[in-house]
């Protein structure tokens, strides 16, 4: 899995992008990516999304 503080870029492939966290999606390099970023307790977490509208609609289950 790629870091996921670090930017995506075109050479990102689907086997190594991060899923979406609402629709499981391979996350590519594109305009509308977006992260939701938190620490739970010693450790940052993060979930990718493909854009806006997935963001939207995720439950809020953190992966």
């Known amino acids: 899995m790629v870091d996921p503080t670090s930017d995506l870029g075109e050479d ?4 190594d992008a991060p899923r979406c966290g609402t629709c499981g999606e391979p996350v590519l390099y594109g305009v509308g ?3 939701l ?4 307790g010693d450790t940052v977490r993060s979930v990718h999304f493909c854009d ?11 992966a």
């Open 52 to 62: 806006d509208d997935c963001r939207s609609g995720w439950d809020g289950e953190k």
């Open 12 to 15: 990102v492939t689907e086997e």
């Open 37 to 40: 970023t938190w620490v739970e």
């Open 33 to 35: 990516h977006r992260v």
